[in-house]
């Protein structure tokens, strides 16, 4: 089951400009340049990033987004968008079982008026 969420939220996530040797990822992870870890909700809740599960880019255009399936503490599992063009994350779902989106891609069109 997935809950539509569509909430923009607070995201503290690392930025790399290149791979560390030193750092232990998940295969297919070492390319990927933006780590979320935690994300903060409007109404305070605070969500810890255990894992990140997939990833992908989308491009919109000139746009690009980036797509985070992310596992949380209490075994919660969400997608998070990150839009390069309005520099904003939005947390779009949440899902009971991660097995629900490892193979899904999401087409997404943010519109924002605020």
Known sequence: MQTVLKEKVNVDAVFRSFKE???????????????????KRKKGEVLKVREVRRSYVQRKGKRVQVHFVIHCEEDRYFHLVYD????????????????LFDERKVDVDIQWKG
Request: avoid cysteine.
């Open 21 to 39: 040797d030193n750092t232990r990822n998940r295969s297919g992870w070492e390319h990927k340049r933006i780590q979320p870890r935690y994300v």
């Open 84 to 99: 390069s063009d309005k520099i904003i994350w939005i947390l779009l779902y949440e899902f009971d079982d991660q097995m």
